[in-house]
């Protein structure tokens, strides 16, 4: 059972910065690669960053890019989403996801497995 938690989240004014973590157990975290998306209330969820299961890529979405950095310690199956200079349109709940596939970073399917969330809201 692949079991996924993520936590770090809270309030931070405009500006701030927050990290966040995701904890894997139940398979080989180092062969999976880790993605972060966030759902903002009356919104779809969203992709953030992905990273490989050897951390040798990443990608980030637009919105977040030069911001956000995602990252991973197999040695301690965790990985991070440190947010730098958040926004107000930051706020959501965040998710983290795994998947054994290699495929495209950006490409993420509901089947893949996928942590509870942790609220990030960022006041103005």
């Known amino acids: 059972q692949v079991q996924l938690v993520e936590s770090g989240g809270g309030l931070v004014q405009a500006g701030g910065s927050l990290r966040l973590s995701c904890a894997v157990s139940?398979?080989?975290?180092?062969?999976?690669?880790t993605g972060w998306f966030r759902q903002a209330p009356r919104k779809e969820r969203e992709f953030v960053a992905g990273?490989?299961?050897?951390?040798?890529?990443?990608y980030y979405s637009d919105s977040v890019k030069g911001r956000f950095t995602i990252s991973r310690d197999n040695t301690k199956n965790t990985a991070y989403l440190q947010m730098n200079g958040l926004k107000p349109e930051d706020t959501a709940v965040y998710y983290c996801?795994?998947?054994?596939?290699?495929?495209?970073?950006?490409?993420?399917?509901?089947?893949?497995?996928w942590g509870q969330g942790t609220q990030v809201t960022v006041s103005s």
């Open positions: 996801a795994a998947t054994p596939s290699h495929r495209n970073l950006g490409v993420w399917f509901d089947d893949d497995y």
């Open positions: 139940g398979h080989a975290f180092s062969r999976y690669a």
């Open positions: 990273i490989s299961w050897s951390a040798t890529l990443t």
